[in-house]
Each structure stands twice: as C-alpha cells, then as structure tokens.
Nanobody
Framework: QVQLVESGGGSVQAGGSLRLSCAASGYTHSRYCMGWFRQAPGKEREGVAGLHTQSSITYYAASVKGRFTISQNNAKNTLYLEMNSLKPEDTAIYYC??????????????????WGQGTQVTVSS
C-alpha cells in the first residue's frame, strides 16, 4: 500500500504562488492515477488536479485551470502542485491522493483509494 505525505502549504497573499509536494512511499508501482484535492471549511472535498502516471496526461478543475500545474518526478516518487495567481477562494486543506485502479483520473466523482494527511493553504486578500 502506498503512503503519501504532503508538504509545502502555508500562507500567502492573493496573487502569490505556492508549490505543494507529495512524497509517495510503499508500493508505489501500483499508482495509476495521482491527484490533488482540497476541502475548504464548510464545503465538500473537491478535485483540483489529476494525473495519469504512465502517460502524464493531466486533468484540472475549471476553477484552477491555467493557474495550477500538476507534475511528477518519478525518480523521486514525488507529485507536485504548482499554484500561481492564488485567490482567497483557494484557501483550503489540500490532500494528495493515489489510485491503483484502471480509471479516469479526472473523474472526481470516483474516490481515490489512498490519501495523505493534508496541508493547509491560506490565501489572504
């Protein structure tokens, strides 16, 4: 089973940038999809970005497309989320996730199967 640990969260002013990292360990060869999700206070968790690990095809939520970039470093078993032009509405706990099943990595309605503990991102206006 894969273990996921996020880092890189913090506080930033609107318009700023942050880069989140997710270190994967354990049985990492089974990761078919990897993705980033977020949950703001009082709201449901939502998909932000997904990536098919073998083809590197990426998927983005409409709210972050053009501002966020998901990428991977296979040699380091690390997933990244580069976040630019941050807005106060991006404030949330961000979670890294993985799924070993054959599936659409950008279909947020299908829950991923492995999750990190989350990292807080706060954007002030």
């Amino acid at each position: 089973q894969v273990q996921l640990v996020e880092s890189g969260g913090g506080s930033v002013q609107a318009g700023g940038s942050l880069r989140l990292s997710c270190a994967a360990s354990g049985y990492t060869h089974s990761r078919y999809c990897m993705g980033w999700f977020r949950q703001a206070p009082g709201k449901e968790r939502e998909g932000v970005a997904g990536l098919h690990t073998q083809s590197s095809i990426t998927y983005y939520a409409a709210s972050v497309k053009g501002r966020f970039t998901i990428s991977q470093n296979n040699a380091k078993n690390t997933l990244y989320l580069e976040m630019n032009s941050l807005k106060p509405e991006d404030t949330a706990i961000y979670y890294c996730a993985a799924d070993s099943r054959f599936r659409d990595c950008g279909d947020w309605s299908i829950p991923y199967t492995a999750w990190g503990q989350g990292t807080q991102v706060t954007v002030s206006s």
